[in-house]
C-alpha cells in the first residue's frame, strides 16, 4: 500500500522559509519512474504545482515560483523535502505531495495534506 | 506557465451525462497525450481520475472518461450521481518539464 504523509509548521511569519517534509512508504524513490512531487492549494482556490524530484535525483520547478523552492530526497529514510524561501500571505495554502509515475505521467498517489498559514 | 482553462462550474441531473473541457496550448494540452482529471470533494486531497488523455486508473468507474482535441482535453461523466459533486482538475505536462492545473470546475448534481 503506497501512503504519503505531509509534514511541517502550520504557521510562519512573513520573510521566513517553510520547510515540508513528505515521508513516503511503499515504494522507493531509487526505483526508475518514480518521482515526488508539491502541490499546493489556497483556501478555495485552485491546485497550483510546485516541483517534483525523479528517482535520478532530477529536479524541476514551477517557472514562477523557482527561484524560492528548492526540492531534495533521502532515499533512507523515504522522504522529500521542499524548502520555500521568502514566505509571504499569499503563500497561505494547503501544500501537499504526490507520487508521480514517469509512465503515466500522473499523480497517482496524495498524501492528506498539511495547512500553512504564513501570518506575522 | 499560465493556468489550462475550465469551466467556472458545470450542473446536471441525476443519470444525465456532462463535459468539463480543459483548454491549454500547444505547449501542454496539445503538444503531449499527457493529460490527466482530478477529482476533490471538499475537504479532502485531489484523486487521480483519468490519465494520458484517456486511461482509467483501477477502480475508477467507467462512468468517467477523457478525450483530446487539439489544444482542449475533456472530461465526461455519465449517468451522473449524486456522489459525483465535486471539483474537477484537469493537468499536463508541459514543454518546459513542467505541470500545470486548470483552475478547477465545480460539478453540482440537481
Redesign the interface.
Known amino acids: 500500500q503506497v501512503t504519503l504523509r505531509e509534514s511541517g509548521p502550520a504557521l510562519v511569519k512573513p520573510t521566513q522559509t517553510l520547510t515540508l517534509t513528505c515521508t513516503f512508504s511503499g515504494f522507493s524513490l531509487s526505483t526508475s519512474g518514480m518521482c515526488v512531487s508539491w502541490i499546493r492549494q489556497p483556501p478555495g482556490k485552485a491546485l497550483e504545482w510546485l516541483a517534483l524530484i525523479d528517482w535520478d535525483d532530477d529536479k524541476y520547478y514551477s517557472t514562477s515560483l523557482k527561484t524560492r523552492l528548492t526540492i531534495s530526497k533521502d532515499t533512507s529514510k523515504n522522504q522529500v523535502v521542499l524548502t520555500m524561501t521568502n514566505m509571504d500571505p499569499v503563500d497561505t495554502a494547503t501544500y501537499y505531495c504526490a507520487r508521480k509515475l514517469v509512465v503515466t505521467d500522473a499523480f497517482d498517489i496524495w498524501g492528506q495534506g498539511t495547512m500553512v498559514t504564513v501570518s506575522s | 506557465?499560465s493556468?489550462l482553462t475550465q469551466p467556472a462550474s458545470v450542473s446536471g441531473s441525476p443519470g444525465q451525462s456532462i463535459t468539463i473541457s480543459c483548454t491549454g496550448t500547444s505547449s501542454d494540452v496539445g503538444g503531449?497525450n499527457?493529460v490527466?482529471w482530478?477529482q476533490q470533494h471538499p475537504g479532502k486531497?485531489?484523486?487521480?481520475m483519468i490519465?494520458?488523455v484517456s486511461?482509467r486508473?483501477s477502480g475508477v468507474s467507467n462512468r468517467f472518461s477523457g478525450s483530446k482535441s487539439g489544444n482542449t482535453a475533456s472530461l465526461t461523466i455519465s449517468g451522473l450521481q449524486a456522489e459525483d459533486e465535486a471539483d474537477y482538475?484537469c493537468?499536463s505536462?508541459t514543454s518546459?518539464?513542467?505541470?500545470?492545473?486548470?483552475?478547477?470546475t465545480k460539478l453540482t448534481v440537481l
Open positions: 506557465q493556468a503531449y499527457y490527466s482530478y486531497a485531489p484523486k487521480l490519465y494520458e486511461n486508473p482538475y493537468s505536462y518546459s518539464s513542467t505541470h500545470v492545473f486548470g483552475g478547477g
